[in-house]
C-alpha cells in the first residue's frame, strides 16, 4: 500500500528557548512525487475541459492549465499533515503556532522538502492550593443619599424638552445639521455615514459623546449660527474607517432644547409605579445589586492580587509577552497622544514608555497564564453559546447586528482577547465564590 504524506513527513522538536518549541520537517523528495501525482489525479477527476469528458482530459493538459491549484492542494496536504503532527504531541500545550519563516516549497519533487513552525508553548506553572485562598470584602452599605440622587437622575432622564433661549449649556439637545470632510466609502455602514454627515439630527451635550470634541465645541452654541470643530477620533474607536483620524465638521444649530425634571407624581406615573416610596425601594435594591457587584469585583482583585503572591516566577512565552507589550504601548500612546505635539514628545519618550508598557505586560500575562492554568485544573471552557450571548449583549449596547459586530471582531483581532476575558471572568467568579466562603 502506498504510503501518505502524512506517513512520509518526519519530524523534530528543538527547544531553542523558554516556552518556544520548533517543530523541523522534512519530506523525502519521492514523497512528494507521489503526493503530488495523487493530487493531479484529484484535480482531473474533478475538472472538465472542452472537448472532453470529466476525467477524460490528457493529464498534461490538466498540469498545465490547472498548475496554480495543482500546487496549493499540495502544499495545503503537506502543512495539514504537519500540523496533525503537531497536535499529536498532546503533552505540549501551544498557545501560538506560525511558520518561523515563509516556506519556500519546491512541490515538482526533484528536491527534499524542509520547514520548520515555531510555537509558543504554556509554561509550567505551580498555582498551590488556590481553593485555600480566603478574603475578606465587606459589602457597602445602600445610604439614603444615593437612593436620593438615583431618584434625581430618574427625573432628569425622563424629563421632557422643550425649546429654550439663548446658549447651549451641558446636557442640552440641539437640533442640527452637520457635515465633514469625511468622505465614507460606498459600502460603510449606515454608522459610519452618520459620522460623516446628517440633517436635522439630534446632538447631545453630555456622555457618551457621539463625535469627539463636541460638547466642548457646541456648549454655548446658539439657534441660527453654524460652528466649525475638529473630532479626532480614538485609535480603537469602534468604527475601523475613523479609528485614529481627525475629521473636520461644521454644525449648523437650529434649535436648542433644554429638559425639565419630572416631579414625583410624574415619575410614579412614568414608571407605572404605586408610590415614590415604593420606587425609591426598588432604587434600594438595585443599588444593594450594584454594591454586591462591586464586592465581587473588589474580591475578584484580592484573589488575584493572592495568587500573584503565592505563584512562583514563570518564564513568560516570548510572542505572547511582546503582543501584550505592543497593546501596553498602544493604550499609553491613546491616553497620551492627543495633538502632533503630543506625538513628538511621545517618540522622544519612547524608551521610558517601552519599559512602563513592559512592566504592565508582565502583569497582565502572568495574571493571564496563572488563570488559564486554574482553567485547565477546573475543566472550564468558553463554548460558542456563551460567545454568542456576549456578542448579543454588545451589539445591543452599541447598536449593532450581532454578526456584523462578531465580524468586526474577527477583523480586528479582538476575538481571542475576547474569548480569553469570557474564560477569566469564569475562573474569577469560582475562585471568589470559594474566597468568600
Partial sequence: MAKSINDAIKMEITAPADCVKEFNFTIAADAVKSESSKVLSYIS?????PGFRAGKAPVGMVKSKYADSI????????????????EGEKDIEI?????????????????????TFEANIMPQINVGDYKAIKVEVPLDAVEESAVDERLDLYRSMYGSFAEVDGPAVADDMLKASYTSDFTPAEDASAGVKRQAAAEDTFLWLSEPETIPGLIAALTGAEKGKEYTFAATYAADYREEALAGKTVNYTVKVSAIQRRTKLTDAELVEKFQGESIE????????SIEQDNQMKRRNDAAEAVCKKLDETVAEFPFPPALLENEIQKELQKIARETVKTEEDGEKFKAELDTHKEKAAEAAKKELRRNLILREIAKAENITVDEAEIDM?????????????????????????????????????VLEKLVETALD
Fill in 95 to 115: 498557545l501560538t503556532l506560525n511558520f518561523k519563516s515563509a516556506p519556500d516549497f519546491k512541490l515538482d519533487g526533484s528536491e527534499d522538502i524542509a520547514f
Fill in 390 to 426: 456576549q456578542i448579543a449583549g454588545m451589539s445591543r449596547q452599541y447598536g449593532y447586528n450581532p454578526k456584523e459586530l462578531r465580524s468586526m471582531m474577527e477583523k480586528n483581532g479582538a476575538m481571542d482577547e475576547f474569548q480569553l476575558n469570557i474564560a477569566n471572568a469564569k
Fill in 278 to 285: 415604593k420606587m425609591r425601594e426598588l432604587i434600594r435594591k
Fill in 71 to 86: 500546487e496549493e492542494e499540495l502544499r495545503n496536504r503537506i502543512v495539514s499533515g504537519a500540523v496533525s503532527k503537531i
Fill in 45 to 49: 477527476s474533478m475538472v472538465q475541459i
